[in-house]
Structure formats: C-alpha cells, structure tokens
Nanobody, 125 residues
C-alpha cells in the first residue's frame, strides 16, 4: 500500500512558477513509476508527466519545455517544477504511482494503482 500526499499548489500570475511535491509512504518508492496528472473543471483527467523508477521522463506536449518532473528516492518524494505558467494550466494536480513491473501506457489513468488527494493550481491572467 502506498499513500501519496501532494503539496505546493496555489495562486500564481501567468508567467510565474510553482513547485509541487508529492510525498509517498511505503518502503518501495524507488521501484514505482511516479506521475502527475491534472483535471480542470468540466474536463477529463489528463497526463502531465511521468518519471520511471530509473529516471526516464516523459511529458505531455502542452507542458514540454516548461515543466520538469524529478524524484528524490531517499525522501520518497516526487516533484513537479512548473515554469512559465499559463491560465490553461489551471487545474487540480494529482500525483499517481504504479509498480515498475506494470506494463502499458504511462498516459492512462487506469494503469496507476495509487493516487493522492490533489492540489489546486490556479494561474491568473
């Protein structure tokens, strides 16, 4: 069982930056792929970024070059550094985890076993 707790959300002006954190419980954090998803009002939850257990990263095209995902295994924490924020980045951001042994697309919400409660990010224009 893995519990995830996000933090770092808030209100920021367009062009600003925020860093989200996701603290995980459990002893096998290093063996999990960790991802960030987001959900805007009235829209489906969408993939933002993922980092594999080995540190390989993938990003949604909409955030490529602006967001950076990283992980600190000794601290069991994954981060999402968000720069050059846009109003369309406004959403609830969720942290998700799946065992490295699970195959399938990193972009699918259905293939993640654990989710955090979410943290609100609001970007004003």
């Amino acid at each position: 069982q893995v519990q995830l707790v996000e933090s770092g959300g808030g209100l920021v002006q367009a062009g600003g930056s925020l860093r989200l954190s996701c603290a995980a419980s459990g002893r096998t954090f290093s063996s999990y792929a960790m991802a960030w998803f987001r959900q805007a009002p009235g829209k489906e939850r969408e993939f933002v970024a993922v980092i594999s257990w080995s540190g390989i990263t993938y990003y949604a095209a909409s955030v490529q070059g602006r967001f950076t995902i990283s992980r600190d295994n000794p601290k069991s924490t994954v981060y999402l550094q968000m720069n050059s924020l846009k109003p369309e980045d406004t959403a609830v951001y969720y942290c998700a985890a799946r065992p490295s042994t699970k195959s399938g697309s990193y972009y699918s919400t259905a293939l993640y076993d654990y989710w955090g409660q979410g943290t609100q990010v609001t970007v004003s224009s």
